[in-house]
């Protein structure tokens, strides 16, 4: 079969087709016949070593979104089928509850071999049927990015219908943090630097937009635009140079998601605000298998269907890779597998 790998060494040079041989699952596993991925923006360093010791050794098959067909069954597998369509979990042992340290060390594509190949072998409880509804394209990026922005608003944020909700950005998760909030009656702005990504925004239900170019003090604005109370939740995907605008723009007693680091890891934040106004700085990074499957069954009962941007084919990956890093893209980047 093939695999797209880092191979030899760490980095993107190194990010070749590699020829392998087809997986057996084992007792309690299945295999899947993979038909689509999806990137994410982790991939982009990922082939620099950026987690660092807790990474798989080389060669390392990539990526963490997918989605295919089951078409071999391990001994003692149980709650799949035999052609049943699913997408793995981005962690595979992390089921349900609360994260700790050894759940957190079981994500495709980092610590283990991702999607990126024609067929992959997971635990049986290590993947989640999909929406009907959904192209192969559209299910492939439900993993990581539907399930971070789930988690953020609804297992951790418990949003609620009229809440007002900040989303920074159009990339995957702010996307889906945008469909499920509307889907959800809540009021929802939107940040970006394009006002053609704006108006397509604007298209999909966002009841605000901001262009933080235009308003670099956005923080203020989005005060201006609740009547200066601020929004209950933020979707921060920014990082360094946005964090203390979301601090403005949150709610006393609000939540925000810390989901990204887009510009940077070191923020200058005033962290009196935190504590005085009692501001829930939650970090998310992706979620568990019950997160995927409540999720899932929302997608199914609202139609959600998700954004995919562009569609690369298999040999393609690098040129998929450095389309992701131009920032071009409103929504998902796939992958076709066949």
């Known amino acids: 079969m093939r695999a797209f790998q880092v191979d030899q060494a760490w980095s993107m040079d190194n990010v070749k087709i590699a020829t392998r041989t087809i997986p057996t699952p084992g007792s309690g596993q299945v295999r899947l016949k993979m038909s689509a991925a999806a990137l994410n923006y982790r991939d982009l360093i990922i082939p620099m070593r950026a987690y660092g010791r807790r990474m798989q050794d080389l060669p390392l098959i990539l990526l963490s979104d997918g989605v295919g067909i089951v078409d071999a069954i391990g001994a003692g597998a149980s709650g799949v089928a035999l052609g049943d369509r699913v997408c793995p979990i981005f962690y595979q042992t992390w089921l349900a509850g609360e994260p700790n340290n050894e759940t957190m060390l079981s994500s495709l594509g980092c610590e283990q071999d991702g999607t990126m190949a024609e067929y992959m072998v997971v635990p049986a409880e290590g993947v989640c049927h999909v929406p009907s509804h959904l192209t192969d394209f559209e299910a492939a990026t439900l993993p990581t990015a539907a399930v971070t922005a789930w988690r953020s608003l609804m297992t951790e944020g418990r949003l609620k219908a009229g809440e007002k909700v900040l989303v920074q950005g159009t990339g995957g998760v702010s996307l889906f943090a945008l469909q499920f909030a509307k889907s959800l009656g809540a009021h929802v702005i939107i940040t970006s630097s394009s006002d053609k990504k704006l108006a397509r925004a604007k298209e999909m239900g966002a009841d605000e937009t901001i262009n933080y170019i235009k308003n670099p003090q956005w923080g203020r604005l989005v005060k201006e635009l609740t009547s200066g109370a601020g929004v209950d939740h933020v979707i921060e995907v920014g990082g360094a140079t946005t964090l203390e605008q979301s601090l403005r723009a949150v709610r006393t007693g609000g939540t925000i998601s810390m989901i990204g680091v887009l510009s940077g890891s070191d923020p200058k934040i005033p962290l009196g605000q935190v504590v005085t106004r009692h501001v829930r700085l939650q970090g998310i990074t992706v979620g568990s298998r019950e997160d995927f499957e409540s999720m899932v069954a929302h997608i199914a009962n609202r139609k959600i ?32 597998h066949v």
């Open 305 to 336: 269907r998700p954004v995919v941007d562009k569609i690369f084919p298999f040999e393609a990956l690098r040129s998929a890779m450095e389309y992701l890093a131009s920032g071009e893209h409103f929504g998902k980047i796939c992958i076709r």
